[in-house]
T-cell receptor, first 110, second 115 residues
Framework: QQQVKQSPQSLIVQKGGISIINCAYENTAFDYFPWYQQFPGKGPALLIAIRPDVSEKKEGRFTISFNKSAKQFSLHIMDSQPGDSATYFCAASPAYQLIWGAGTKLIIKP | DTGVSQDPRHKITKRGQNVTFRCDPISEHNRLYWYRQTLGQGPEFLTYFQNEAQLEKSRLLSDRFSAERPKGSFSTLEIQRTEQGDSAMYLC?????????????FGSGTQLSVL
């Protein structure tokens, strides 16, 4: 019940395309859902986050879609750029600790 | 640079040795977290401090691991009698401590290799 399942494991998208990464959770007590971006040799950095009282949140080219009834949420990266190539992690928080997905390695082809 | 800093960046040790890592959080942040990350996986929660109090520790964490945050400032993570399975990236993060779900600021981590 504590797991967060993330897919796909890896993703290749053409420059200018839309990158979509999906996550699913089981525990309905989770109430905070962030997405983190990680470059090699660096710690993760917060990209965007959502709480379950809204179904969508947009910040620039990044959008989270949240489906509470399905217990799923996804990250959409519009107009994907080579600089977006990184590993992306979804996470969910039941309290003060985050439960993380396994990550998606995103490659944007020029 | 006022971000989270970790020292050392890399540590190579022999099995059975003790190692200690240091984390300096963002100065005004009350909360400090330790995570462990292995290749191809998301970070795994180890422990969490609110000021100097250690409030939560993962049940999966061996008693060979201990963490401190004296005076609520920097923190140290010690691993005693290291094993090859301890090889991982150890990440420290801090946050302001104003709400339950909030942005974590991560350091660049300490990469531990146990030979």
């Amino acid at each position: 019940q504590q797991q967060v399942k993330q897919s796909p494991q890896s993703l290749i998208v053409q420059k200018g395309g839309i990158s979509i990464i999906n996550c699913a959770y089981e525990n309905t007590a989770f109430d905070y859902f962030p997405w983190y971006q990680q470059f090699p040799g660096k710690g993760p950095a917060l990209l965007i986050a959502i709480r379950p009282d809204v179904s969508e949140k947009k910040e620039g080219r990044f959008t989270i879609s949240f489906n509470k009834s399905a217990k799923q949420f996804s990250l959409h990266i519009m107009d994907s750029q080579p600089g977006d190539s990184a590993t992306y992690f979804c996470a969910a928080s039941p309290a003060y600790q985050l439960i993380w997905g396994a990550g998606t390695k995103l490659i944007i082809k020029p | 640079d006022t971000g989270v800093s970790q020292d050392p960046r890399h540590k190579i040790t022999k099995r059975g040795q003790n190692v200690t890592f240091r984390c300096d959080p963002i100065s005004e942040h009350n909360r400090l977290y330790w995570y462990r990350q292995t290749l191809g996986q998301g970070p795994e929660f180890l422990t969490y401090f609110q000021n100097e109090a250690q409030l939560e520790k993962s049940r999966l964490l061996s008693d060979r691991f201990s963490a401190e945050r004296p005076k609520g400032s920097f923190s140290t993570l010690e691993i005693q009698r290291t094993e090859q399975g301890d090889s991982a990236m150890y990440l420290c993060a801090s946050s302001p401590g104003k709400s339950q779900g909030e942005k974590l600021f991560f350091g660049s981590g300490t990469q531990l290799s146990v030979l």
